[in-house]
């Protein structure tokens, strides 16, 4: 990208996590915003509804035991792709209707998604999945997020252009919290059946980004695995 468009990526991602700082604010609208890149919230943004701050407290000790329940008793029932496609967790019952729990940002691909929890067809036409089975997207010692997306969907890009990426770019996560930080470690080219690379790994805070490969086609599977920086 030349050096206006990066200003401009830059100039969004900042406007936006000044928004995100507060993590009470309901992230649809902040995703609502981020999409439109260098504009500045107007009043209605900037007097956006909030969300309970003792519910996002309580989902986030529920996301938080989910992880830790992988951790010590095994990603059970993983590499069923029915699994996938659950909801690991009802947002609903935290005030969170639309079962938005993040928000990626890969500034060398200009992609900005959301994301939402569970792999199936209807949340994968909005944007962004979490895969059930694996890590939830809040960091942490030992998790693995694996996060899905689509190539090839009539008029939108989702995750067509993470082919191009390497090692050492940048990967933003935003969720109710805050902001984490991850550098992409390696890509790699699985069959669907290679699950293994979604697991979890030891001691290790991981991101890994996956879309079908070739364009076009099923047969396979891109990875971006992607390492915690801050």
Not at 163 to 172: A, Q
Not at 185 to 211: A, Y
Request: glycine content about 6%; overall charge positive; aromatic content about 10%.
């Amino acid at each position: 990208f030349d050096k206006r468009t990066r200003n401009k990526i830059r100039k969004a991602e900042n406007a936006g996590l000044e928004i995100i700082k507060d993590k009470n604010r309901n992230l649809t609208d902040f995703y609502n915003f981020v999409k439109k890149k260098d504009k500045k919230p107007n009043k209605k943004q900037q007097n956006m509804p909030v969300l309970d701050k003792e519910l996002l407290d309580q989902l986030y000790r529920e996301l938080k035991a989910y992880n830790n329940d992988l951790i010590i008793n095994g990603q059970s029932s993983y590499g069923n792709p029915f699994v996938y496609q659950d909801a690991a967790v009802d947002l609903s019952a935290y005030g969170i209707y639309d079962g938005l729990i993040g928000y990626i940002s890969i500034p060398s691909i200009d992609t900005n998604l959301p994301i939402y929890l569970g792999a199936n067809n209807y949340n994968m036409a909005k944007g962004a999945a979490h895969m059930n089975r694996t890590s939830m997207p809040i960091g942490g010692k030992s998790t693995n997020c694996a996060i899905a997306a689509h190539r090839g969907m009539i008029n939108q890009t989702m995750f067509d252009n993470i082919v191009y990426m390497n090692e050492g770019d940048d990967v933003f996560i935003v969720n109710y919290w805050g902001r984490m930080h991850y550098r992409v470690r390696e890509t790699r080219i699985i069959n669907p059946s290679q699950t293994n690379s979604f697991l979890i790994e030891k001691g290790e805070d991981l991101v890994t980004l996956l879309t079908c490969h070739p364009y076009g086609s099923n047969a396979q599977r891109f990875l971006v695995i992607c390492e915690r920086v801050d």
